[in-house]
């Protein structure tokens, strides 16, 4: 037995009543302006792991050219 077409409707009457119009529209402004923060938090996030990404490799890459340099002077 599943949600009927009724019971939806009742209790969005009731959700209506209680809340009033004006309060759920408000409601719904402030779930929008949540998800463009998150949204913008997430594009932010991405942007400073690139950026890490690309420190972490270039340094990665500075040590192995010393490694290299070393292994070089010492088979000298």
């Known amino acids: 037995m599943g949600i009927s077409f009724w019971q939806i409707g009742v209790v969005l009457v009731l959700v209506?009543?209680?809340f009033g119009r004006g309060r759920i529209s408000h409601m719904m402004?402030?779930?929008a302006k949540g998800i463009k923060?998150?949204?913008k938090g997430m594009n932010e996030n991405d942007n400073s792991s690139e950026s890490t990404t690309k420190t972490i490799d270039?340094?990665?890459?500075?040590?192995?050219?010393?490694?290299?340099k070393e292994k070089e002077t010492a088979s000298s």
């Open 16 to 18: 209506l009543l209680l």
């Open 29 to 31: 402004g402030d779930l």
């Open 37 to 39: 923060s998150f949204k």
């Open 58 to 68: 270039a340094s990665a890459e500075e040590k192995s050219e010393s490694v290299s």
